[in-house]
């Protein structure tokens, strides 16, 4: 089990953090889709994470913006929501799904997004490479990423049923590593691994030259995002 600096991302959230930013709506969209599929009609919804708007006046929903405000604030829901909220906590925190499990009623509703294993390959790839030739092995530099059956298989080990995945593709691309980095401040992405990562002015000077070329190849740089909608029921 990963261990992270979860003060650290609480810290960078309200310094950079932006609500409305592009990957934040791109799974709301998909979390409202979903809800508008399946015809639930929740009553009492909680949201982990960052709130979202879901247009309805007649809900009483709580928000959780953390793993301890959830612990100390028990509750019992028709509905459990969250927008990338669980990225790190389901790496994390053996037992966060059966806490989840126990909030819910009977019949109800758990949906969630995370960001699969199958994004980022071409950065992942870019730091990899300069990793192995500056420390001659590589670092975990932002995540952590998951694995859609083995979370499938987590929420099967906590007594969740019918889960149904959907996944969507998209990409940004850049030609500014300036841009790129800001709108990671703003996504909340970042490395919060509590692994120690020895500093060499050089990395940053190889990653620069290696973006570059890059750029003048392509026009841009790719940052290739899948998103897993999980919807899934008590």
Known sequence: MDNFNLKKKSNRKKL?????????????????????F??????????????????????????FNNFEEFLTNR???????????????????NHILDLVHNS?????????????????????????????????GSYRRFGPFHDIQNTIEKLNNYNFKETVVSTENFELNYNSLKKMRNDFKEFGISNYYNDKIKFKKDFYIKTNQVFEKIIKKNSYFPIELEIATFTTWK
């Open 104 to 136: 819910l009623n009977n019949n109800s509703l758990l949906c969630f997004n995370l960001i699969t294993q199958n994004s980022f390959v071409t950065l992942k790839k870019m730091f990899y490479e300069i990793d192995e030739n500056l420390f001659q």
């Open 38 to 63: 399946i015809k639930t009609n929740p009553i009492n919804i909680i949201q982990f994470g960052d709130s979202f708007n879901l247009n309805e006046s007649n809900k009483k929903i709580l928000i």
């Open 75 to 93: 509750t019992i829901c028709d509905a459990f929501l969250s927008n990338f909220g669980l990225q790190i906590y389901l790496a994390t925190e």
């Open 16 to 36: 950079f953090f932006k609500k409305n930013n592009i990957l934040s709506k791109f799974g709301e969209n998909l979390l409202c889709s979903k809800l508008n």
